[in-house]
């Protein structure tokens, strides 16, 4: 009787771990492709280039380690492939760039003095980065 009893929970613990692992694989895998972009929405205001970085890349690689520690017992090569690009995207974006300074919007217009005039005066000036999460996700 009790041996059996030990075998159902046994059989129980493992199938709850497997369902846990599941869970949590399918996690890793949607989890830092969602926050490189909410990493790009802070404004420089709450966090600086720096700080971002170091929070951010440690959080993104450590989910994608989890993942490629696991994506061996499930067969997931595309995976690895999607995972380790995305890790060299991350650094590309977040550490050796600073995506607020780089990669403002420039706005460009010319506009003619008069018709017969060849001669355009062109106005650049960059738009700062928006201080409202409504402005910088919309």
């Known amino acids: 009787m009790s041996t059996k009893l030990f075998q159902n929970i046994r059989r129980l613990y493992s199938g709850s771990i497997m369902a846990l692992l599941v869970v949590l694989r399918s996690l ?5 492709i969602c926050l490189l972009p909410c990493a790009l929405m ?5 966090l600086n280039h720096r700080k ?8 993104i690689f450590v989910i994608h380690g989890f993942n490629l520690c ?3 017992k499930f067969g997931d090569t595309p995976l690895q492939l999607i995972a380790v690009s995305h890790s060299l995207w991350t650094l590309d974006v ?5 995506p607020r300074k780089d990669f403002k919007l420039i706005h460009r217009t010319s506009a003619k003095l008069k018709h017969d ?3 355009k005066p062109v106005r650049l000036w960059q738009e700062s980065y928006p ?3 409504s402005r910088r996700a919309f």
């Open 131 to 133: 201080q409202s999460i």
């Open 42 to 46: 802070i404004p420089e205001s709450a």
């Open 94 to 98: 977040l550490v050796w760039r600073d």
């Open 28 to 32: 890793s895998i949607i989890a830092p």
């Open 117 to 119: 005039s060849p001669a």
């Open 52 to 59: 971002l970085a170091i929070s951010f890349t440690t959080l």
């Open 70 to 72: 696991f994506s061996h």
